[in-house]
């Protein structure tokens, strides 16, 4: 892998806020293997006081710190190793209420009410139709960044799964939004069910009558208390206003690979007319053709780090032809993809922010 190219700092250190336990399971993870945490905190936006402290961080600079931990620590499936490591039970108030619930369905339900309180960039939807499942999406937050923490977030949902009925259920299938390639085994045995990759969703996909399954610790009068405590907790919280251009970027990924990521039909799946949709962008001083573009560069460096062949990036960014797929890293990075890879990685220097 050629390294690590880090995004305009600025971007990991704005946006929507979490509690940070993903990040805190990493540091710990970078000290039992002895590596030097505090440079990777730094070069994602963040502080080793931040994380003692117990500070709310930035989404974005969490997601940043995973790919780095992930890279340094020469492993792919770093978010589903911090999944493991996990006691559940530091989700805090969101464990509670989940495992005071009466049932799965309610569960999960009270989870999609509350569960910005531990990520404002998360939501959680339960789907009946056209199969009962969990999605999660993100506000506010490009997914098109995230690999990692995505993965922890499904994995520690079925782990959660797994301790409320107190059996080992597995799902029927779970689906990711962002790429993979070669062996997938390993997370197929870890999740027991089909994975998806390059969906058109972020989602867990379960039998039938699994939602519907007991909770072995349900308990109504604590899930009372707790549901008022969250009650409370949410009205002190103001919820971020999502800028519209993550909403477009968001709504692009999936269909990238498709070649079908034309304003006209981006502009559908937001509700909009071609005319709105484009006076929205424009009042943030947008155009569609320019975050197109800007989201294949991003994707672009990515997958170029990941030694995808440039056929299998052009087909990724939506590019008909790897010819034209070259031509763009060209005007992008002055380099042909091959050139790009064998350049040396220039890390930039920032300063640790709180």
Partial sequence: MAGQREPDIQNLINGPTSWGLATRLAVQHLERAGIEVAPLLSRSGLSSAAIAERRRIHVTAQMHFLQLVAHVSKNAWMGLALAKECD?????MLYYV????HDLNDAF???GRYVRLGNEALVVRLKEKPAC????SYTGVQRHRDQHNMELLLFALVRLCRKLVGRDLSPHKVRFVHHRTGDLTYIRRVF??????????DEIIFNAGTLELPVVGDDPFLNELILKMCDEAMTTRMANTSRFRTIVENNIAPLLPHAEASIGTVAKRLGLSERTFAR?????GLSFSEVLDQMRRELAMRYLEDD???SQIAWLLGFHHPSSFSHACRRWTGKSPLEFRR???QIPTVEATA
């Fill in 308 to 310: 995808l062949q440039a």
């Fill in 88 to 92: 559940l039970r530091e989700m805090g």
């Fill in 109 to 111: 339900t009270r989870l």
């Fill in 343 to 345: 350049a040396p990685v």
């Fill in 98 to 101: 989940m495992a005071s619930s």
């Fill in 133 to 136: 499942s969990v999605e999660v």
């Fill in 280 to 284: 929205k962008l424009a009042a943030e």
């Fill in 192 to 201: 027991g069910c089909e994975v998806e990759f390059g969906a058109e969703t």
